[in-house]
């Protein structure tokens, strides 16, 4: 007879807890969220942040609030939500670095693959390969070319240590058996300034960052950094066509803390694909050169882990230090 009430007060306790679990998930959320951002305001992800997170607002009757935490390679912001609570309340959006800093940085805070849980891969967009037009090169194989018959000549710019300008390089240099020149800069204002003015040679900027100077004529657009030509830039050849099994890309993910109820997660994960393929939010992000994924939580996860992998042997055998 205890036995049997045992069990049933155990069952009574699991139908409650089921019960407050559903009646949970039913009312998130009941506040504001948070989306960190690990960039100061202004740039891409912040911009892609915003235009995203106002659509979410629209979906699930919530402000979503966009907390710009910069510093230390995206570390901190990025730390401050694998210790925030998993509630689903706080929210990353998490960028190429996510993948590299793992092995460019010695210690992190955090565990990359246990400290967060997947949401969603908004979507991958290509940097775009460009010199002055001035530049004496006109295509990639060229470049290559100029690199092969004086190893160490030919310089390239980026927007610092361990970003996609600067693995985009060092990337090129491992596929084409080349020796080129990174030279990092504080921000891709000062990088392109240097590119247009000839004292570096080029530099793989960001598709919405190069996009006026292209339009303008002041450079020459020679490759796409995406495994395949860029929907947005189709006229623009990839540089795997001429660098067979290139492929460096930008993207865009959104990480909860670990433990966040999957309930929560699949609610979320729905919500932001919504607005991700939505025409409002295609065409704010349409200078990026973005093709939305938007899939299932584990398509994130399985193409995050294959990155870091990725960026792991580059960053080891190219002995690629932080600043």
Do not use: C
């Not at 699991?14 to 504001?32: R, V």
């Not at 295609?282 to 990725?310: H, K, Q, Y």
Request: glycine share 10%; aromatic share 8%.
């Amino acid at each position: 007879m205890r036995i049997l009430f045992r069990h049933t007060i155990a069952f009574a306790i699991a139908l409650g807890a089921a019960a407050l679990s559903a009646a949970a998930f039913a009312a998130y959320p009941e506040k504001p969220l948070r989306l960190v951002v690990p960039f100061t305001p202004g740039g891409g992800t912040d911009i892609i942040a915003r235009a995203l997170g106002a659509e979410i607002a629209k979906e699930l009757g919530q402000p979503v609030v966009i907390d710009n935490k910069p510093g230390a390679g995206t570390i901190i912001g990025t730390d401050a939500v694998a210790k925030s609570r998993a509630d689903g309340y706080t929210l990353l959006i998490a960028t190429f670095a996510h993948a590299v800093n793992p092995s460019l940085q010695p210690s992190l805070p955090y565990t990359w693959d246990k400290d967060f849980a997947p949401v969603i891969l908004i979507g991958r967009g290509p940097n775009v390969l460009v010199v002055r037009t001035e530049s004496p090169y006109k295509s990639v194989a060229e470049v290559i070319a100029a690199a092969k018959a004086e190893p160490g000549k030919l310089t390239y710019a980026s927007f610092g240590n361990g970003t996609s300008a600067h693995l985009a390089g060092e990337m090129l240099a491992n596929l084409a058996k080349v020796d080129i020149t990174h030279v990092p800069y504080k921000g891709f204002g000062p990088a392109m300034t240097d590119v247009l003015g000839g004292r570096v040679d080029m530099i793989f900027g960001t598709a919405a960052g190069v996009a006026g100077f292209i339009s303008n004529g002041k450079v020459r657009a020679m490759g796409v950094t995406s495994a395949q030509r860029s929907p947005s830039l189709p006229a623009i050849p990839a540089l795997a066509e001429t660098v067979p099994g290139y492929r460096v890309e930008r993207w865009y993910g959104i990480y909860a803390p670990a433990g966040t109820p999957p309930d929560v997660i699949a609610k979320l994960n729905a919500t932001i694909a919504k607005a991700a393929k939505g025409d409002e939010f295609r065409r704010r992000v349409e200078p990026e050169g973005l093709v939305i994924s938007a899939g299932a939580p584990s398509e994130l996860d399985d193409f995050v882990r294959e990155e870091e992998a990725i960026w792991r042997k580059i960053v080891r055998e190219n002995n690629i230090r932080p600043e």
